[in-house]
């Protein structure tokens, strides 16, 4: 039968942790954390590129809607949509790690490229900077 005494050192006995197991823990958390905290790293840098490109597609936008107000706006109308109204930015105005640029090429009814004014004009969009990078297109007529 067992004392009091006995019971009570295996259930002490039977919680603690030798020294084998605490050097196994620490080599396996040795090998295993230096793979983990890389992948931590590669993830948070990633989550920053869907921020990066929705900054540029917001500037890009801006622009275009700039470029649709001109049109619509005043006398000049599809006369005032050219790149010497819309020039290039670089940095843009608060945003110093962004590029914009805009061009206008004249283009036919099949939107192919065509060397004078047919009454098309194709103008793109471009916003680089900080690993993003985005291009929108729109096509204003003469009418």
Known sequence: MKTTRDRSRCRFMRRSTTIIETVAAIVILSVALPSLMSAYAEASHQSIKPYQQSIASMLAVERME?????????????????????????????????????????VDAGLSVVGSDQGYKRVTVEVSGNGASIEIERVFADF
């Open 66 to 106: 700039e470029i649709i107000a001109r049109r619509f706006r005043g006398t000049d109308g599809y006369d005032a949509v050219t790149t010497a109204n819309f020039p290039a930015e670089s940095p843009v105005s608060g945003f110093p790690a962004f590029d914009r640029a805009v061009s206008v090429t004249y």
